[in-house]
């Protein structure tokens, strides 16, 4: 995983031409938190459209993201990800909570109250790369309008000093700037997903939120694209809200990691601890059904029971206990707080970014399983297993060596294995081939010893076969030759 620090970092060059990155100025507190943030959608009913109800797609998430830094949110489809990121940028109006966005001139901002004026300041500092790159795309737009259509409404740039950005922004995300004048349909997923990304950088944003960019693509793409994100993350001192349920990518991008279930969170800590030392149930289970590179280490996957709860009909107490294998009496009568966990109790080591939260009432008590996923440690010490030890053996059993055979039978076994060629040996005018070498060494010899009486009767009867097959190749070719006799009779 890509190792990041907090503080300053490089920034990108002007828009004015290309000039070497200068130093951004470390934000005072986290760039951006968020404090019991809410989103629910009504659900209406009946004749006149009441109200009846509410899915609560978000339910007072909590959570903060340094300057710098690639924080992570991770769960089951359908528990709040992808809103929970519309709602931070306010492409959703949020219900509740807090939105505080460190604006480098405004300072502080509050997202969720602030009016048109405002937010047109402050979202070029926030910009969004979309899960699906071909329906985040205008089909009838070219890809350098595309990509230029950011700059043109906030009036950044025009003109050539706008053309040129355009072909700057290309080039940084590995296509060309000739590639400006086609449509998203003649480019692959990946390179779609690599036009999203340079519309994201136009307006020289501190933070993006990636909602899912990878998961629509193939393996091998999703290298290049998460090698990409983390390319500019260090070149241009870039800050992510990585969403995703891939837990290999998590791992391997993100510093921080967010689990949510059901518009909740219910653990925050850094990557290497969660993975290694989960404190909340469900982080378990995600981390169990994640398949293990290291074929040393074999597990039995045990799947949750039950279905995921309805945000529309959360159960009491904590959302999980429905489904949860430690759950007691206490995890149905009472909500648990998203808490710290102190070190000594399982909570965060010395050196790391933020303490630790989760949201249970036993965390301390529990000894849960982690697993490392995607570790190259692990792949190391397999291939360097396979090179220093032997090949394993049961106890207590060991190979028999086989006897050098004698070349009286090494003759017998050659002349077995050609009787049963012989047929195939004949040619189409029925004569037969070439004396094999056995028949003429038996020949020449006339044999000696056991051996020599053996092989020499496998010859005799390899003969008679090859005298059966001349003949009844002789009946084919009289048959064939009355064939056109036959054909005038019936004529």
Do not use: W
């Amino acid at each position: 995983m890509t190792e990041t620090t907090q503080g300053a970092r490089p920034k990108r060059a002007k828009s004015d031409g290309q000039r070497d990155p200068e130093p951004r100025e470390a934000a005072e507190g986290p760039l951006l938190e968020v404090r019991g943030l809410q989103k629910h959608f009504p659900i209406k009913g009946g004749a006149l459209r009441r109200v009846l109800g509410y899915v609560k797609a978000v339910d007072g998430v909590s959570l903060t993201v340094d300057q710098g830094e690639t924080v992570a949110i991770v769960g089951e489809s359908g528990c709040g990800k992808s809103t929970t990121g519309r709602t931070i940028i306010r492409l959703e109006e949020p219900t509740g909570g807090e939105i505080i966005f460190r604006h480098p001139e405004l300072g502080p901002v509050h997202v969720e109250d602030a009016d048109t004026r405002t937010l047109d300041k402050i979202r070029p500092r926030m910009q969004f790369i979309f899960q699906d790159p071909m329906a985040s795309l205008d089909s009838r737009m070219t890809v350098g309008r595309v990509i230029s259509e950011p700059m043109v409404i906030n009036k950044t740039l025009q003109g050539q000093a706008l053309k040129d950005k355009v072909a700057e922004l290309l080039t940084v995300v590995g296509l060309r700037p000739e590639h400006a004048s086609r449509y998203p349909h003649a480019f692959s997923g990946g390179q779609r997903q690599r036009i999203g990304i340079a519309r994201a950088l136009a307006l020289d944003p501190d933070l993006i939120i990636c909602d899912e960019p990878v998961s629509a693509l193939d393996v091998s793409v999703q290298a290049q694209v998460i090698n990409l994100l983390e390319d500019l993350q260090e070149r241009l001192g870039l800050t992510y809200l990585f969403i995703s349920h891939d837990l290999s990518v998590v791992e391997h991008i993100s510093d921080r990691v967010v689990v949510m279930y059901v518009g909740r969170v219910v653990e925050i800590a850094d990557t290497k601890e969660l993975f290694t030392r989960p404190l909340h149930p469900y982080t378990e289970a995600l981390l169990g059904a994640v398949p293990q590179p290291d074929p040393r280490k074999r597990h039995e996957i045990q799947p949750l029971k039950g279905e995921v709860p309805s945000p529309a009909n959360p159960p009491s107490g904590c959302y999980f206990h429905t489904r949860c294998p430690y759950a007691q009496q206490k995890c149905i009568d009472e909500t648990p707080p998203l808490r710290e966990i102190a070190a000594d109790q399982g909570g965060s080591l010395k050196g790391a970014r933020r303490p630790r939260m989760v949201s249970c009432h036993f965390a301390e008590e529990l000894e849960l399983t982690g697993a490392v996923v995607a570790s190259n440690e692990a792949f190391l010490a397999v291939q360097s297993d396979a090179s220093d030890e032997p090949e394993a053996q049961e106890p207590g059993f060991s190979a028999p060596e086989e006897p050098e055979p004698s070349e009286a039978e090494r003759e017998a076994t050659e002349a077995e294995r050609e009787a049963g060629v012989n047929e195939a040996r004949v040619t189409d005018t029925g004569e037969a081939a070439e004396p094999t070498t056995s028949e003429r060494r038996a020949t020449e010899h006339g044999g000696t010893g056991a051996g020599a009486t053996e092989a020499g009767a496998d010859v005799a009867e390899a003969q008679d076969e090859v005298t059966e097959a001349q003949g009844r190749g002789a009946e084919a070719q009289t048959e064939t030759a009355d064939i056109p006799r036959r054909t005038e009779d019936l004529q």
